[in-house]
């Protein structure tokens, strides 16, 4: 059995299939894609996963790719222990969570990238940001980096984005206050962990929205998971982050080269 891991740190995605790992267990293979320096673009990525995204599982030599799926395939693929309830339930409870986090991450994204990424843009090249538009598969990550490159979405857009993220955090917070502990019930399960990474991601862009007098259930299921050695691993800054393949300044340049360390 053989399992390598391409992922990106802790990028909301890359965390969901980390934590889910760690839960379980599992050895792999970590492959730092370094999306600062557009490794994500690499023709070699590309064949792995043509949605240029991260995370990408490689079982076996067969890809694996969006972080839903995968975790649902490692949890079929290796169900001890398991992070699904045996209720059927509990085991929907627990896969609406997941797809929760799924659903809110395109919000979250666009409140991540007016955050972090309008500062550096403009570090780029004109040349640079035409090669990243038409190197990036993806519809949804074109329209967000066009967005970027054109100083950042209209206020009524990153509204509705807020909107859509406070509503599954209230959602959650009742969940956890009526069903608790944990989503699912009395285990930690894959809609802990995805939820995980969306709360996570919400305390580095605006912790103020989530502050524990808003959110006390949430904050208190926070601290609990992050007891865990599986969580504790993941959410440490600088793990398992040594790229797979040399830093470039230029965008057209790392869309031209392969992998050091070999794409399998």
Not at 20 to 43: A, D, H, I, T, W
Not at 71 to 89: G, H, M, Q, S, V
Request: charged share 25%; hydrophobic share 40%; proline share 8%.
């Amino acid at each position: 059995m053989m399992l390598i891991l391409y992922h990106s740190g802790l990028t909301t995605c890359s965390k969901q299939v980390r934590h889910c790992l760690r839960e379980k267990g599992l050895s792999y293979e970590s492959r730092f894609v370094e999306l600062s320096s557009f490794q994500n673009l690499n023709p070699a990525y590309l064949k792995l996963n043509p949605n240029g995204v991260v995370p990408t599982l490689v079982h076996d030599g067969a890809p694996i790719i969006n972080s839903f799926c995968i975790n649902e395939y490692i949890e079929d693929a290796f169900p001890e222990p398991p992070l699904l309830p045996a209720d059927l339930k509990e085991r929907a409870r627990a896969r609406y969570w997941a797809w929760k986090a799924d659903e809110v991450h395109p919000s979250l994204a666009r409140l991540t990238y007016a955050k972090f990424m309008l500062g550096t843009i403009d570090a780029f090249s004109e040349d640079d940001k035409a090669v990243m538009l038409e190197a990036t598969p993806m519809p949804e990550l074109k329209l967000r980096w066009r967005a970027v490159t054109q100083g950042g979405w209209p206020p009524e857009e990153m509204n509705r984005a807020y909107d859509n993220l406070l509503f599954a955090l209230n959602r959650m917070e009742e969940e956890l206050e009526t069903r608790g502990p944990w989503l699912a019930g009395a285990a930690v399960s894959l809609g802990d962990i995805s939820m995980a990474a969306i709360v996570h991601r919400t305390f580095e862009v605006d912790p103020a929205r989530i502050a524990r007098a808003d959110f006390p259930m949430i904050n208190d299921w926070w601290d609990r998971l992050m007891a865990r050695p599986a969580a504790k691993y993941v959410y440490t800054p600088g793990l398992e982050e040594t790229p797979i393949m040399p830093r470039t300044k230029s965008i057209a340049g790392i869309t031209e080269k392969a992998f050091s360390a070999g794409a399998t």
